[in-house]
């Protein structure tokens, strides 16, 4: 069965501190996403990285910056944690794409920054 | 990237035929139209995709009119276990870069 990890369900961490959150899918899949989740605004795209080593910027990656050494794990990175990064971080994973696109969500990681 | 909307929420009684109905006026040619759930707690998780007309899985059927400007998630006999936010995402299945997930329908099915 296909599975995406997240290292944590919970986090808590201060202000300033720098924040790794780790993602690890079992799929030998090429891409790997990571999303965070705020109320009413869905999810948003963070980055993603389409082989190793590689990443593309998504719609909001102030603030972060991602690496990929090995093709099943895909850590996200908050060099400075700020309270605006309170939120619920999603990993996923995929296929490249086909006709039919599929992405693989991780359980989730709920950050809180105080 | 062609924008969505859909219905914040709806509520629906256990047993009763639930449709969703997802507005994408700018889709363009090469744009499929796929929707995923999201359980309290979970991540996503893919429920179908379609290009026009209807697909129907195990889970749900979609219907696509042929203007493709808007498509309807159908689930029959909802079950209160069907309780989900869905989500309708339109964009080209061979680009990564292209698929957006908007703020989603916050399904409620009641007893």
């Known amino acids: 069965d296909v599975k995406v990890t997240q290292s944590s369900r919970y986090l808590v961490k201060r202000t300033g501190e720098k924040v790794f959150l780790e993602c690890v899918q079992d799929?030998?899949?090429?891409?790997m996403f990571w999303y965070r989740q705020d109320p009413g605004l869905g999810l948003r795209l963070i980055y993603f990285?389409?082989?190793?080593?590689?990443?593309e910027k998504g719609d909001i990656p102030e603030g972060y910056s991602v690496s990929r050494e090995k093709k099943e794990r895909f850590s996200l990175i908050l060099e400075s944690a700020s309270t605006n990064q309170t939120s619920m971080y999603l990993c996923?994973?995929?296929?490249?794409?086909?006709?039919?696109?599929?992405?693989?969500f991780g359980p989730g990681t709920r950050l809180t920054v105080t | 990237l062609a924008k969505t909307t859909q219905p914040i929420s709806m509520d629906s009684y256990e047993g009763q035929e639930v449709n969703i109905t997802c507005s994408h006026n700018n889709i363009a040619t090469n744009d499929y139209i796929t929707w995923y759930q999201q359980f309290p707690s979970q991540g996503p998780r893919f429920i179908i995709q379609?290009?026009?007309t209807k697909v129907t899985n195990e889970v749900a059927s979609l219907f696509i009119p042929a203007d493709r400007k808007s498509s309807t998630l159908s689930l029959p006999r909802v079950s209160l276990s069907d309780t989900a936010v869905y989500y309708c995402?339109?964009?080209?299945?061979?680009?990564?870069?292209?698929?957006?997930f908007g703020a989603g329908t916050r399904l409620t099915v009641k007893p």
């Open positions: 990285s389409y082989d190793v080593k590689m990443k």
């Open positions: 379609g290009y026009k």
């Open positions: 996923a994973s995929s296929l490249p794409p086909t006709e039919k696109y599929e992405q693989y």
């Open positions: 995402l339109v964009g080209v299945t061979y680009n990564n870069n292209d698929m957006r």
């Open positions: 799929m030998d899949h090429e891409n």
